[in-house]
Nanobody
Framework: QVQVVESGGGLVQAGGSLRLSCVAS????????AGWYRQAPGKQREWVAHITRVGISNYVDSVKGRFTISRDNGKNTVYLQMNSLKPEDTAVYYCNADIQVGLLGETGNYWGQGTQVTVSS
């Protein structure tokens, strides 16, 4: 069974930093692409950042220059470093990963359960 688990959320003052982690486990053969999404109360889930298997990253405009997505393939982990946090970054942050689950390259798409990030003004 494949699991994707986020951690690292919490309460931080505006201007502060947090680092989120997304760990994939189970019978897997690595993470292909992965992304971070967030959902604020009363709003739709939005895409935040994406990273390819070879480390090419993209970001939504509102976080460019403040957030950095990275990965450690040996640990099957994807990170989101969030600096200069703003109250509008408050949301539940979710990891989504395309994971290789078979020796022949079969993949599956998985979501984590989310981690709460709250930024106070």
């Amino acid at each position: 069974q494949v699991q994707v688990v986020e951690s690292g959320g919490g309460l931080v003052q505006a201007g502060g930093s947090l680092r989120l982690s997304c760990v994939a486990s189970g019978r897997i053969f690595g993470i292909n692409a992965a992304g971070w999404y967030r959902q604020a109360p009363g709003k739709q889930r939005e895409w935040v950042a994406h990273i390819t298997r070879v480390g090419i990253s993209n970001y939504v405009d509102s976080v460019k220059g403040r957030f950095t997505i990275s990965r450690d393939n040996g640990k099957n982990t994807v990170y989101l470093q969030m600096n200069s946090l703003k109250p509008e970054d408050t949301a539940v942050y979710y990891c989504n990963a395309d994971i290789q689950v078979g020796l022949l390259g079969e993949t599956g798409n998985y979501w984590g359960q989310g981690t709460q990030v709250t930024v106070s003004s």
